[in-house]
């Protein structure tokens, strides 16, 4: 089968041909349809520090993903060919105490496909069937392809009560983008969401952010100033990775004020802990997705209406991919999706 391969420990990645994955009696065999490019891609194309310290190669990337199931293993009974599916990304141990309590996503011995086993640029990828999601019928097959980063939007907004609350993401890559039409449909009252980025903006703009930010113009206290917010912002959702953006956001919440941070900070990240302290604020790290809450919550709020679809700003065939990691790397692309289907 073709697929999108880290073949040697440089920059790049190559389309080649590679043995169709063979199933255990307790996986799934999926047909790829469609994938998208993730964060996570681009820094084992670029071949940076993490991923040479992470990735062996040679190894078939991608984690972002839906298909249909072409073939199911003795033990499964319930899924069978035909289905439309995703997979979760993060394939747990089932054993640690996590697990067995049926935290699976706080597993301590988590292995990433398209990271630490093979992925899902290809044809064909296998998982076990307690990492197969099965799709709601009719959905769009490139918004079912993101449900593993929407599922971060998710995992990291759903946090807090957002009811009639008012909101400060940073960052408005694809991430902040879509956690901003999250927070407007689960009934958000101010979401503000900042970048550095122009394009991002007015795309998060176009996803429900209510007021965007750019940071090198125009300071967040004068925009909360002119919002009418007294005492700052109830929720913060950091989603950029960047310090400035973290420090920011700190100081912009109200006290007693609730703040998520999916954003992976550089090593030398300082934060203002008296700020923590003081105002009193909860701060909690979020990784992946809830298994399987978030999954469930990602397809209800599809059904009843969410809408992410301007977050896809490329939608390429997978022999294209070069113009796509390119469209990435350039920042001019939020998601890309490739199409596996002849
Ligand atoms: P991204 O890099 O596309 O988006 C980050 C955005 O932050 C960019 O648009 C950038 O312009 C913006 N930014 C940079 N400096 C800023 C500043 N000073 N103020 C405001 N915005 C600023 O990333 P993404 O794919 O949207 O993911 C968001 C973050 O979440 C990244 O840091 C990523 O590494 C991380 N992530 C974490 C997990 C997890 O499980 N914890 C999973 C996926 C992604
Ligand atoms: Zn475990």
Redesign the pocket.
Known sequence: MKALVKKEAKPGIWLEEVPEPTIGINDVLIKVKRTAIC?TDMHIYHWDEWASQTIPTPMVVGHEFVGEIVEVGSNVIDFKPGQIVSGEGHVVCGRCRNCMAGRRHLCAHTSGIGVNRPGAFAEYVALPMSNVWEHRPGIDLDIAALFD?LG?AVHTALQWDLLGEDVLI???????AMAAAVCRHAGARNVVI????PE?LALAKQLGATRTVD?RNESLADVQKSLGMQEGFDIGLE????A??FNDLLSSMCHGGKVSI???PTNDTTINWNTVIFNMLTLKG???REMYETWYKMSVMIESGLDISPVITHRLNFREFETGFQAMSDGIASKVILNWEE
């Open positions: 964060g980063p971060n940073t960052g408005a890559g694809p991430i902040g900042t970048d550095i980025n991002r940071v989603m950029s990775g960047n400035h953006a999916l954003g992976i979020i990784y992946g």
